[in-house]
């Protein structure tokens, strides 16, 4: 079992910046970690995620405005987000994946608002 915590998120203005940060329990080497978001009346959708010998990947509506980087001595992941629109508001969610076994865990969650 893997315990994702976040931290980080925030009431910003748009054109702000915010910083969300996910610590899991245990080494994640192995995972391919990732952020997800899910805005109200939507599905839960890809922000981005990072393998250790990968560079990220981006959602195209995120892609120059995010970054993801990890820290594997720490067991952190971190998303930087910069120039925030109204349309980034959403619950984003710390993703977990255990590629050699298939296995998947979330954290619980932290709310993004963009508005003035």
């Known amino acids: 079992q893997v315990q994702l915590v976040e931290s980080g998120g925030g009431l910003v203005q748009p054109g702000g910046s915010l910083r969300l940060s996910c610590r899991a329990s245990?080494?994640?080497?192995?995972?391919?970690m990732g952020w997800y978001r899910q805005a109200p009346g939507k599905e839960r959708e890809l922000v981005g995620s990072?393998?250790?010998?990968?560079?990220?990947i981006y959602a195209d509506s995120v892609k120059g405005r995010f970054t993801i980087s990890r820290d594997n001595n720490k067991n952190t992941v971190t998303l930087e987000m910069k120039d925030l629109k109204p349309e980034d508001t959403a619950v984003y969610y710390c993703?977990?994946?255990?590629?050699?076994?298939?296995?998947?865990?979330w954290g619980q969650g932290t709310q993004v608002t963009v508005s003035s």
């Open positions: 990072v393998t250790t010998r990968r560079p990220a």
């Open positions: 245990r080494s994640i080497f192995e995972f391919r």
């Open positions: 993703h977990a994946n255990w590629t050699r076994i298939n296995r998947i865990y």
